[in-house]
């Protein structure tokens, strides 16, 4: 059975760094690409961005609201997608989700994490 | 980056009745070299992920019900579904994924009238 389980959430003050993982199982890790979503309360979808398979150099892209300030990494030997954030801002208070994509059948989003809550507050 | 739109922003049916919600993008997001259309459709209940619905525009994920189906090409794309049962009550996203940053639309709230 596919699994993917976000950890990591919390509440952090503006300014501050926060690493979100997803561990994975249940599927070969190493063959897909692995997204981070997140949904602000009350609001819709927002992508915030990819690292693929090593095939394809696992290599990253951003929304432009984290670009510089987010970095995704994996560890396939662990099966764990991480989420750095840093410089954290008030608007990042979303439910953060982990998903896979299949980047060689260019499918999109088919199992997804439950989530992880991060509250950006003073 | 290509902007997805969705109408309307809330629907009420009634049940067995048809529901059609419509997503356009700002750009085409058909791949020429294979002719598929990178659109997905995901359902979204409250304090649930999303569910991948259909991708390639009108390809069902497995073990969706055949009552719901996709259809569009290049800009403009439709989610129906033929008879809505009350299960269905749920958000619904339409999503490029044809480039990245990979958009979603604002999502379409699905009622029963």
């Known amino acids: 059975e596919v699994q993917l389980v976000e950890s990591g959430g919390g509440l952090v003050q503006p300014g501050r760094s926060l690493r979100l993982s997803c561990t994975a199982s249940g599927f070969t890790f190493g063959v897909y690409a692995m997204n981070w979503v997140r949904q602000a309360p009350g609001k819709g979808l927002e992508w915030v961005g990819f690292i693929r398979n090593k095939a394809y150099g696992a290599t990253t892209a951003y929304a432009a609201s984290v670009k510089g300030r987010f970095t995704i990494s994996r560890d396939d030997s662990k099966s764990i997608a991480y989420l750095q954030m840093n410089s954290l801002k008030t608007e990042d208070t979303a439910v953060y989700y982990c998903?896979?994509?299949?980047?060689?059948?260019?499918?999109?989003?088919?199992?997804w994490g439950q989530g992880t809550l991060v509250t950006v507050s003073s | 980056d290509i902007v997805m739109t969705q109408s309307p922003d809330s629907l009420a049916v009634s049940l067995g009745e048809r529901a059609t919600i419509n997503c356009k993008s700002s750009?085409?997001?058909?791949?020429?070299?294979?002719?598929?259309?990178?659109l997905a459709w995901y359902q979204q209940n409250p304090g649930q992920p999303p569910k991948l619905l259909i991708y390639w525009t009108s390809t069902r994920e497995s073990g969706v019900p055949d009552r719901f189906s996709g259809s569009g090409s290049g800009t403009d794309f439709t989610l129906t579904i033929s008879s809505l049962q009350a299960e269905d009550v749920a958000v619904y996203y339409c999503q490029q994924y044809y480039t990245t940053p990979y958009t979603f639309g604002q999502g379409t709230k699905l009622e029963i009238k």
């Open positions: 750009q085409s997001v058909l791949y020429s070299s294979n002719s598929k259309n990178y």
């Open positions: 998903t896979r994509n299949d980047v060689v059948a260019d499918t999109p989003f088919d199992f």
